[in-house]
């Protein structure tokens, strides 16, 4: 079954940078974007990018200034992203969802919690 | 910037029917905005129920069912169940900008 398995708990300091990683299972790894999406602490959802796993081709929010990177590798069928610069705002739950191309979002990971804090 | 805006709450009885919407700032929501709906309970990841304006996955219950209503997305309830109880959110694609979603319903069965 299609499976989506996220990295555990990251705590950083403000500045810092942290790597999420998102291991899919279960289907053709190429086939389907994966999506990065985040929730702050009582907020809602926020898109933060997508990655063809084909490809390796990205879009990201572009109010986000180059802080986030996603990358992909075929041969452990992971996604990671890395967000830099962190701030207290950076304070969220991380998921990634996997999405069939032309809008068919379907599966979600576990989620990842990061905490930034002094 | 694309704002997203939903209900941001609803209250229903049991067995009751409810309509959630999902309305753009730059013009009508269309097919071609791939709307989406996710259900997500308290301390649970979000679940996808809608993708593509109307098509329901495996796992969505047939008392959901999404649409277009006039200018905007809608995920309708028909016969809510106490397990309704849950946030709902929509998702748009915005073209350059990207996928944008909505601020969020919380739904209350009382």
């Known amino acids: 079954q299609v499976q989506l398995v996220q990295s555990g708990a990251e705590v950083r300091k403000p500045g810092a940078s942290v790597k999420l990683s998102c291991k899919a299972s279960?289907?053709?790894?190429?086939?389907?974007?994966l999506h990065w999406v985040r929730q702050a602490p009582g907020q809602g959802l926020e898109w933060l990018g997508r990655?063809?796993?084909?490809?390796?081709?990205?879009h990201d929010v572009q109010r986000f200034y180059g802080r986030v990177k996603m990358t992909r590798d075929t041969s452990t069928r992971t996604v990671d992203m890395d967000l830099s610069s962190l701030t207290s705002e950076d304070t969220a739950l991380y998921y990634c969802?996997?999405?069939?191309?032309?809008?068919?979002?379907?599966?979600w990971g576990q989620g990842t919690l990061v905490t930034v804090s002094s | 910037q694309t704002v997203v805006t939903q209900e941001p709450s609803l209250t229903v009885s049991p067995g009751g029917t409810v309509t959630l919407t999902c309305a753009s700032s730059?013009?009508?929501?269309?097919?071609?905005?791939?709307p989406n709906w996710f259900q997500q309970k308290p301390g649970q990841a979000p679940r996808t129920l809608i993708y593509?304006?109307?098509n329901r996955h495996s796992w969505t219950p047939a008392r959901f069912s999404g649409s277009l209503l006039g200018d905007k997305a809608a995920l309708t309830l028909s016969g809510v169940q106490p397990e309704d109880e849950a946030d709902y959110y929509c998702?748009?694609?915005?073209?350059?900008?990207?996928?944008?979603f909505g601020g969020g319903t919380k739904l209350t069965v009382l």
């Open positions: 593509f304006t109307s």
């Open positions: 969802v996997r999405e069939r191309v032309g809008g068919y979002f379907d599966h």
């Open positions: 279960g289907y053709t790894f190429t086939s389907y974007y």
């Open positions: 990655i063809d796993p084909n490809t390796g081709d990205t």
């Open positions: 730059t013009g009508p929501v269309t097919s071609n905005h791939l």
């Open positions: 998702l748009i694609y915005s073209g350059v900008p990207g996928w944008v």
